[in-house]
């Protein structure tokens, strides 16, 4: 079973930056698409951003331009580096690992998750 450890989130002001990590275990990551999804309160879990084996990259359109993914494929780590954040983007972000190319996978179809990263965009 796969297991994910996220990290790096905090409280930062509108505008500012944070880098998320995800380390990954029990997985052929060799096949694997990763992805970053987040949750914020009163409102689902949705998909922020995935990255292919290959390094092809899939983003929600709010955060296009702002947030980039990437992945170390010797290390098994994904991470989020996200710039001008904004207060909308307030909410947990999780990481998830998943078989094939696909760049969008429904949260619903996932049996596991990680324990999250809160990050808090406020002045």
Do not use: H
Request: aromatic fraction near 12%; charged fraction near 15%.
């Amino acid at each position: 079973q796969v297991q994910l450890v996220e990290s790096g989130g905090g409280l930062v002001q509108p505008g500012g930056s944070l880098r998320l990590s995800c380390a990954a275990s029990g997985y052929r990551f060799s096949f694997a698409t990763m992805g970053w999804y987040r949750q914020a309160p009163g409102k689902q879990r949705e998909l922020v951003a995935a990255i292919t084996r290959g390094g092809t990259t899939n983003y929600a359109d709010s955060v296009k331009g702002r947030f980039t993914i990437s992945r170390d494929n010797t290390l098994n780590t994904v991470a989020l580096q996200m710039n001008n954040l904004k207060p909308e983007d307030t909410a947990v972000y999780y990481c998830n690992v998943w078989y094939g190319s696909r760049l969008f996978v429904p949260p619903t179809d996932f049996d596991s998750w990680g324990q999250g990263t809160q990050v808090t965009v406020s002045s």
